[in-house]
């Protein structure tokens, strides 16, 4: 079983996205992703340059593209000593799923801590980990070419969607048509970018459809 996982960054974060929003979070972002969505705002993340690779945590932290290897214990010794306040854990990337995560959660577990994961859908790493609240944020048709998987949908508590035109609705709408839903996940509309145009039809389908707007709360107070 998988025990080593590439860390890009952890910090303690407000979570301002979806049915979590204002829940304090140490977010835990992984390194990794070949998704290549073109507003994506961890680029850094995507490629594993090797001189960017250090030997420890404390070395890595910030908005970077440096990373290390390290196992479910450091991890969690490390979010315990410099990030004492939260009791979730959000694992983030990057593509968190992209890594087999059981024994991360089984450990963070351990410690005390709930542990949330944010996935693309197009990996499968969480699947089979007990994640606390697993949010799918499905990246459909992007240049990486990488597919959105049934079963990456189904593990969903939480489908969040990023909307910039009517015609990301119509791509929601044919997903959860063809693939298997949980009877309480919650679908969250969120607009591309604090658009105005985007926000708009955001409101106007939620209030139609009874889902739910996320509108990156992050963003709107100053906080990572
Ligand atoms: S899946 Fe996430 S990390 Fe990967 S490119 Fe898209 S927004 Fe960026």
């Known amino acids: 079983m998988t025990n080593n996982y590439p860390v890009n960054n952890i910090y303690t974060c407000i979570q301002g996205e979806g049915v979590q ?12 992703c070949a998704v290549g969505c073109p507003w994506c705002d961890t680029k850094e993340t995507w490629a594993f340059a090797p001189a960017d690779e250090r030997p420890t945590l404390p070395e890595v932290m910030g908005q970077n593209g440096r990373f290390t290897w390290a196992d479910s214990a450091t991890i969690a010794a490390y979010i315990a000593q410099h990030h004492p306040g939260p009791r979730w854990v959000l694992l983030t990337g990057g593509e968190p799923a992209d890594y087999r ?3 991360l959660v089984k450990t ?4 005390g801590y709930q542990v949330a ?19 799918v944020s499905p990246k459909i048709g992007m240049p990486g070419g990488k597919q959105v998987l049934a079963e990456a949908v ?3 508590d939480e489908i969040k969607h990023v909307v910039g035109k009517a015609a990301d609705i119509d791509q929601l709408d044919h997903l959860i048509a063809t693939m298997p839903l949980k009877h309480t996940a919650v679908i969250c509309l969120q607009p591309i970018s604090q658009s105005r145009k ?6 106007e389908t939620v209030q139609s459809r009874g889902w739910r707007l996320s509108i990156q709360m992050h963003k709107y107070i100053g906080v990572e």
């Open 21 to 32: 929003t204002g829940v304090a979070m140490v977010l835990v972002r992984l390194h990794g």
């Open 101 to 103: 995560l059981d024994t």
């Open 108 to 111: 963070l577990h351990e410690k």
């Open 117 to 135: 994961i944010e996935t693309s859908g197009t990996a499968l790493g969480h699947v089979t980990a007990a994640c606390d609240w697993v949010c």
């Open 154 to 156: 189904a593990s969903a």
């Open 198 to 203: 985007a926000t708009d039809l955001c409101i």
